[in-house]
C-alpha cells in the first residue's frame, strides 16, 4: 500500500500544464487521488482551442492526455466545473490536500497605444478562438469585408493568423476549422496582410517549419525585403542558435523572391516597424509604424514613422492569466503570484499561470514535474476527503459535472457531425455540448 493513498490533489486546468503535472503525480505519489478541473465540458485546453486548425498533428498529443486518465484508476475529470463561478479556492482547499492553478493565460496583452479600442481591433487568442469554435469566442463576428489586414507579431501565433486568413477551403477540408470561420475566409475580399516585427529577421520569433508553410500556400503569396536579409549573423551566437537562425534565413531568402498579386492574397512580411497609433474614426482606417533598430541587444524606435491603410488590426503580443477572487495576482506579468511555485500553503501553479505564455507544449512537461516534486515534499498532516467529498460538494450545489465518458460521447458525436475528410465538427456551444449530451440516444 501506498504512503499516498489517502491523499488528494485538484488540478485546475487540463491543458498541457495541468495533465503533466496529473502524469508527474502518478510516477511520484502513486495512489493519489487527482481530479483534474476544468470550466468547460471539453478538456485540453490549448489543444482543442489554441492550436492551428491545420495543425492536427500537434493536437495529437491529446491522446498521451487521454491515457493519462483513461488508463488510471486514480485520475477522473471534472469538466464543466469553473474556479471563481461555481467552486471558490477555498472550497477547493478544504476538500483536496493540494490544489495545482494550471489554467493557463487565455487573455490578450494589450498594446498600450491610441485606438487600440477600435471596432475590428482584436487579440490573437480571440481571434483564434473564433476560428477554432471555442465557446468563448464565436460571436466575435470579425468583419472580413476589408481590403488589408494588419498583423503584430512574426511569433508563431501570428503565422498561423495569417496562414488561415490566406488558406482555401480546399486546403481546409482535412481541418476542424469552425465552418462559420472559412465561410467567412473564403467569401472576403481580403487582399492584403502585413506581418509587422519590432525586430529584424535575426530575431524573429518564429520556427522556421512554420514560416516555411507561408510559402506553399495555395491561394497567397508571401512577400519579404531582400534587402531587409542579413548575409552574417553576429560573431558572438553560438553554433546552435546559428543553426536555426541560418534556416529562417534562408526561407526568408527564399519567400523574397515572390512578388504581389501573383495569388488572391498577398501577406507581406515588415522587420523593424513597431505600432504607434491605430489610425480611423470609430473602425479601424489604418495603422501608424514606428521604424525600429536593434541596438546592444535592444529594440529602440527611430522616430520615423509611416502609415499602412488597412480595416482590421489582429495583435499577436503575448498572453495574460486572469485575476480570480481570493488568489494573488501579479497584474503587470498577468500571472500567479508564487515563489517557485507555492502560492499559498498547499497551492501551486504550473504552466502559464506560473510563468507567463512562453514555450511551447513540451515545455510545461519539465516545469510541471518541479512543481509536482515540491507539492509532494510537502505532503503533511490529516488527509482530507478528496473526490468523494468533492462529489458531494457537486451534488449540493446543484452543479452538472462532465466526467471523462462524457466528454467520450460529445467527441463521438462531433466526429460523427464531420464530413469527410474533417477530423470532426466542434459544437459552437457549451449549452448545445450538454444538449447533445443529455439528449436520449
Known amino acids: 500500500m501506498s504512503e499516498f493513498n489517502d491523499r488528494s490533489v485538484a488540478i485546475v486546468g487540463s491543458g498541457p500544464g495541468g495533465m503533466y503535472v496529473a502524469q508527474a503525480l502518478l510516477e511520484k505519489a502513486p495512489g493519489c487521488k487527482i481530479d483534474i478541473i476544468d470550466r468547460l465540458p471539453s478538456p485540453f485546453g490549448l489543444i482543442r482551442g489554441g492550436v492551428a486548425p491545420d495543425h492536427q498533428n500537434t493536437k495529437r498529443v491529446d491522446k498521451k492526455y487521454t491515457q493519462t486518465i483513461t488508463n488510471n484508476n486514480e485520475v477522473r475529470y471534472v469538466g464543466n466545473i469553473a474556479l471563481g463561478r461555481d467552486v471558490s479556492l477555498k472550497d477547493l482547499t478544504e ?3 493540494a490544489v495545482v492553478l494550471a489554467y493557463g493565460a487565455p487573455y490578450d496583452n494589450k498594446l498600450g497605444i491610441p485606438g487600440e479600442d477600435k471596432e475590428n481591433v482584436y487579440g490573437s487568442n480571440a481571434f483564434v478562438g473564433w476560428y477554432n469554435c471555442h465557446p468563448d469566442f ?26 488561415v486568413l490566406s ?12 465552418d462559420y470561420a472559412m465561410d467567412s475566409i473564403d467569401a472576403a475580399s481580403l487582399k492584403d496582410i502585413y506581418m509587422f516585427a519590432r525586430r529584424g529577421p ?7 517549419t512554420e514560416l516555411k508553410e507561408m510559402g506553399e500556400l495555395e491561394a497567397a503569396t508571401t512577400l519579404v525585403d531582400p534587402n531587409i536579409i542579413p548575409t552574417d549573423l553576429p560573431d558572438n551566437m553560438d553554433d546552435r542558435t546559428k543553426k536555426v537562425r541560418t534556416r529562417i534565413l534562408d526561407t526568408l531568402r527564399l519567400l523574397s523572391k515572390s512578388k504581389a498579386n501573383e495569388k488572391r492574397r498577398t501577406v507581406h512580411i515588415e522587420f523593424y516597424a513597431s505600432p504607434i497609433e491605430i489610425l480611423g474614426s470609430n473602425k479601424v482606417e489604418g495603422i501608424r509604424m514606428e521604424r525600429t533598430e536593434v541596438v546592444n541587444g535592444r529594440c529602440i524606435g527611430t522616430g520615423e514613422t509611416f502609415d499602412i491603410p488597412c480595416e482590421m488590426v489582429i495583435t499577436c503580443i503575448g498572453s495574460r492569466a486572469e485575476a480570480i477572487e481570493g488568489i494573488p495576482f501579479n497584474e503587470r506579468n498577468g500571472i500567479v503570484e508564487h515563489t517557485e511555485g507555492r502560492v499559498a500553503p498547499r497551492v501551486y501553479a504550473a504552466g502559464w499561470v506560473k510563468r507567463g505564455a512562453t514555450g511551447t507544449i513540451g515545455t510545461n512537461r519539465l516545469d510541471s514535474y518541479a512543481v509536482t516534486d515540491l507539492l509532494v515534499s510537502d505532503f503533511s498532516g490529516k488527509a482530507k476527503g478528496g473526490p468523494k467529498e468533492m462529489d458531494t460538494f457537486i ?3 446543484g452543479l452538472q459535472a462532465i466526467t471523462f465518458d462524457d466528454w467520450l460521447v460529445i467527441k463521438e458525436l462531433e466526429e460523427n457531425a464531420a464530413i469527410e475528410p474533417a477530423p470532426r465538427r466542434k459544437f459552437y456551444t457549451v449549452d448545445t455540448m450538454l444538449e447533445a449530451l443529455n439528449t436520449p440516444r
Open 138 to 163: 464565436i460571436d466575435l463576428k470579425p468583419n472580413l469585408e476589408i481590403n488589408t489586414a494588419a498583423v503584430i507579431g512574426i511569433g508563431n501565433v501570428a503565422i498561423d493568423v495569417a496562414r
Open 202 to 208: 535575426i530575431e524573429a520569433a518564429c520556427t522556421n
Open 395 to 397: 451534488k449540493g450545489r
Open 167 to 178: 488558406r482555401t477551403p480546399q486546403e481546409m477540408a482535412t481541418t476542424d476549422i469552425a
Open 95 to 97: 476538500i483536496y490536500d
